[in-house]
T-cell receptor, first 115, second 112 residues
Framework: KAGVTQTPRYLIKTRGQQVTLSCSPI?????VSWYQQTPGQGLQFLFE???????NKGNFPGRFSGRQFSNSRSEMNVSTLELGDSALYLC??????????????FGAGTRLSVL | KQEVTQIPAALSVPEGENLVLNCSFT??????LQWFRQDPGKGLTSLLL?????REQTSGRLNASLDKSSGRSTLYIAASQPGDSATYLC???????????FGSGTRLLVRP
């Protein structure tokens, strides 16, 4: 069974640009969560999607947005990039159900560098 | 606001040693707690999940305990191996959502 796939693995952008990251969950998983990892702030929750609906959201500005498609694949978009957006963006998927019974499976991440 | 702290930030031990990693959280009303492993340049791998009603979970050489009342969890690694070298993260959820609140991690080096 294929794991969580994130594309691209690496991205270099300049300030002011926008970027779209993609995440394909494990087959059958309907929940997709996104996290940002930086040396200063660690791992922080961005948002979670389930059945094409955003079910939970972290404390990030509106420049960070996401969506989920009917096949459970998810994209996140960051507009008007800032230097501080440089980070490893991780996606995780999980089966439907109570979180206590379902472990999240993480992708390898997309490393975004903003110059 | 929930805060998760991991001590020490880094740890270096010789192969074969038993070791304990610590995780503390400020709000004891957690839903569950998980331990993850992260290898350089890679994503996270879930190691153990402890529900709020449980006291411990075991998987192979790993044992995780949870004391909600004191806001603490420990990850015990028996007979450490160089392949155990990685960053270990603990994370809690406060409700039935998938929103994980992570600690800053402990970077472990097991020397051959």
């Amino acid at each position: 069974k294929a794991g969580v796939t994130q594309t691209p693995r690496y991205l270099i952008k300049t300030r002011g640009q926008q970027v779209t990251l993609s995440c394909s969950p494990i087959s059958g998983h309907r929940s997709v969560s996104w996290y940002q990892q930086t040396p200063g702030q660690g791992l922080q929750f961005l948002f979670e999607y389930f059945s094409e609906t955003q079910r939970n959201k972290g404390n990030f500005p509106g420049r960070f947005s996401g969506r989920q498609f009917s096949n459970s694949r998810s994209e996140m978009n960051v507009s008007t990039l800032e230097l501080g957006d440089s980070a490893l963006y991780l996606c995780a998927s999980s089966l439907e159900g109570f979180v206590a019974k379902n472990i999240q499976y993480f992708g390898a991440g997309t490393r975004l560098s903003v110059l | 606001k929930q805060e998760v702290t991991q001590i020490p930030a880094a740890l270096s031990v010789p192969e074969g040693e038993n070791l304990v990693l610590n995780c503390s959280f400020t709000d004891s009303a957690i839903y569950n707690l998980q331990w993850f492993r992260q290898d350089p340049g890679k994503g996270l791998t879930s190691l153990l999940l402890i529900q709020s009603s449980q006291r411990e979970q075991t998987s192979g050489r790993l044992n995780a305990s949870l004391d909600k009342s004191s806001g603490r969890s420990t990850l015990y690694i028996a007979a450490s191996q160089p392949g155990d070298s990685a960053t270990y993260l603990c994370a809690v959820t406060m409700d039935s959502s998938y929103k994980l609140i992570f600690g800053s991690g402990t970077r472990l080096l097991v020397r051959p």
